[in-house]
């Protein structure tokens, strides 16, 4: 069923294969004209059909003595040495930096859920201001995209993070550079703000549009780093009633930030809600959107209530351990947890 | 099938006489002739004018069908095949080995099924491991990022006696590493191209005859492979449907013929009954050769595998594994 490969739709197929064109090779013999007489398009749809199959078939030529070589992929060996200068956001709190080897990790699409109040669009707002901390104070100098869905983005409390945020980076290069005083931060929170692209969607449909949009925006602003979506359940959770296609929508938008995220090499994050499910006989708080959506994602991370602390624990990932550290939301942003008993359980 | 006339370029014997016989018995395609009564059509085409060479033409179309079947083999090719061509890939976690028999076997399709966080990436990235580590090569297709080859570095590491990290050690990790190739696929067509293009690189290489087994791929590890088929399953029409069955099919193909041992992943979604059951529906159950359930204890390091199906073992059979985690 090789015509069943081409990227072409249904009724051309169906249309191809009435008039007796089973295989590529089939299609490769004919011309233009004959084509769309013959299946009844026009002239350009036949040339598009034509150049789909060409393409297709340019595979056959390609066997030299290289010939076990597939353009696309890389060895293990490249992606090791590529990872040592991999990129990480930290999040500004150091028990949670560590759990996550140093911070969120770009090329990768992590997802954080928890119960309301937790801290999540904090979290998700120190991170769009971090992602901007300069090369020279061990950050990425990037940009950030931030994508509301349920509106819970105040400005105001964007202004106070990133206020924080210049003065701990003074107070740190006052510490290395105490002699040189011309080592001011030269950053203003204005700056970091100008630096967040804010896009509120108010529909499922607003919110698979825009992530199909942000392939070119991206491409145009070539150093964006980091992608916050809060919440991406928001939109599919109420008034859906075909589930299949919500399956299907989520299935694929999951795969084009995954896409995003390889390509351009940024970070993705993705803030979830949570719900009950009945596991074992005992109801268990799970992340939101069902089992398919589970493996939307590269890590995950759960945060929960722990007699008052705030933690954090990591439920999936490829090559962390799963561990949980506290951390707590003052008004500089996201902070390390100051009770006295706290440390790093390894789970 | 084709429209005769599409075969005349080809085969000078089915020239525009013959295709206007045949168009008087209303075949005007390969299938039409195929449903033909053929005693029938030769009786007919005796008393024509040039009978000869009609029923050269018959002769023609079916040596043409006859050359686009497989070769049939009997028991004894097939037994001699598996014990030269068929080896068993240990997976590197013996719990999985004693369930598979051994390990992955070439010529099989073998399918990970779990609920998220369960390990089934671990076991894969652990197979990658192991594999190249006895010198094979490994094509892994990954849709979720999540090809860690921290973690294979690790697995190396850890199931050898070095423990410092000299020039020689780093040489070896490099060797082991090369022989992995990851391949970002993220939509169901880029995975068909890519398995057209491995198809049709290891035909040629048939005669070539390459003896270094460093450069035959002997792995190929999809995951996962329903994140690529979920979003086009029960769209509008059978076509996702199609698309999922030609990929096993395209799949059990290249390991059968290549002798290739393949390991694909799949999530499970929540049954009728509130169990919860693989993913991708019941034509998708049939089409792995082996079906291993992976589930992992709340917040422990010990995961249980089971089997589901095995064409050797009894389904329900189950080991412990506490390697995945750690």
């Not at chain 2, 990970?112 to 090569?137: D, F």
Request: aromatic letters at 6%; one cysteine or more; hydrophobic letters at 40%.
């Amino acid at each position: 069923m090789e015509i069943g490969m081409l990227p072409i739709s249904a009724s051309k197929r169906g249309k191809l294969l009435a008039a007796g064109y089973t295989t590529l090779h089939s299609i490769l013999r004919t011309s233009t004209t004959h084509l769309a007489r013959d299946i009844e398009v026009s002239e350009s749809e036949a040339l598009e059909i034509l150049n789909f199959a060409t393409r297709s078939s340019d595979l056959d030529k390609s066997s030299g003595s290289n010939a076990n070589v597939i353009h696309g992929g890389q060895t293990a060996w490249d992606m090791l040495n590529e990872e040592r200068f991999s990129s990480l956001i930290t999040t500004s709190c150091l028990d949670l930096d560590n759990i996550l080897g140093g911070g969120i990790n770009c090329k990768e699409v992590t997802e954080i859920g928890g119960v309301p109040g937790i801290g999540k669009t904090q979290i998700g707002i120190q991170l769009a201001v971090n992602v901007q901390i300069p090369l020279d104070y061990g950050g990425l100098g990037g940009k950030a995209i931030y994508i509301d869905t349920e509106g819970s983005f105040m400005v105001e409390r964007v202004l106070q993070i990133a206020e924080a945020c210049i003065e701990d980076l003074s107070e740190y290069s006052h510490h290395f550079y105490k002699d040189n005083q011309a080592f001011g931060v030269k950053m203003h929170p204005n700056s970091i703000l100008e630096n967040i692209f804010y896009f509120r969607v108010c529909s499922y449909t607003e919110q698979i549009a825009l992530v199909n949009y942000l392939d070119k925006f991206v491409t145009e602003h070539k150093d964006v780093k980091i992608i916050i979506i809060d919440s991406v359940t928001f939109h599919f959770r109420q008034d859906f009633d075909d589930m299949a296609l919500r399956t299907r929508l989520l299935g694929e938008m999951s795969l084009k930030l995954m896409k995003l995220a390889k390509n351009f090499s940024l970070a993705v994050v993705m803030l979830n809600q949570v719900t009950t499910k009945h596991i074992e006989g005992s109801f268990q708080l799970t992340l939101a959107l069902g089992d398919s959506w589970s493996h939307s994602c590269t890590n995950r991370i759960i945060l929960y209530w722990n007699d008052d602390e705030r933690h954090a624990y990591i439920d999936k990932s490829p090559s962390l351990k799963s561990a949980s550290a506290p951390y707590s939301v003052t008004s500089r942003g996201i902070r390390n947890s100051t009770s006295s008993s706290k440390r790093i359980k390894m789970v | 099938m084709a429209p005769l006339n599409s075969l005349s370029k080809e085969y000078p014997l089915i020239d525009s006489n013959f295709q206007t016989f045949c168009a008087s018995h209303a075949i005007y395609s390969v299938e039409d002739f195929l449903l033909h009564d053929l005693d029938a059509l030769f009786a007919s085409a005796a008393n024509h004018s040039n009978s000869e060479r009609l029923k050269q033409g018959i002769h023609q179309l079916l040596l043409i069908v006859d050359a686009l079947h497989p070769p049939v083999l009997n028991g004894l090719q097939l037994i001699e095949d598996a014990k030269r061509n068929k080896h068993v890939f240990s997976t590197g976690c013996e719990g999985i080995d004693a369930l598979l028999g051994g390990g992955l076997r070439v010529g099989q399709l073998t399918e990970l099924v779990g609920p998220s966080s369960s390990g089934k990436t671990q076991v894969c990235l652990m197979s990658s491991s192991t594999v190249a580590k006895n010198k094979c090569s490994v094509i892994y297709l990954d849709t979720g990022n999540s090809f860690s080859p921290q973690r294979i570095a690790y697995f190396v590491g850890q199931s050898s006696d070095y423990v410092s990290v000299n020039q020689a050690d780093h040489r070896l990790l490099q060797n082991i590493l090369d022989r992995i190739i990851c391949y970002p696929v993220f939509d169901v067509y880029q995975m068909f191209d890519l398995l057209h293009q491995l198809k049709i690189n290891l035909r040629s290489q048939v005669f070539i005859d390459i003896v270094k087994s460093d450069h035959q791929v002997q792995v190929l590890i999809v995951d996962s492979i329903s994140s690529l088929i979920t979003p086009i399953l029960r769209g509008n029409g059978p076509q996702g449907h199609a698309l999922m069955i030609s990929s096993g099919f395209l799949l059990k193909q290249l390991a059968h013929e290549h002798n290739i041992a393949v390991l694909v992943t799949n999530h499970v979604v929540g049954g009728d009954d509130g169990n919860p059951k693989p993913a991708l529906g019941e034509s998708w159950k049939s089409v792995p050769h082996v079906r291993l359930l992976l589930s992992r204890d709340c917040r422990s390091n010990v995961s249980n595998i089971s089997i589901i199906k095995h064409p050797a073992m009894a389904s329900g059979r189950s080991a412990t594994s506490t390697r995945l985690f750690v």
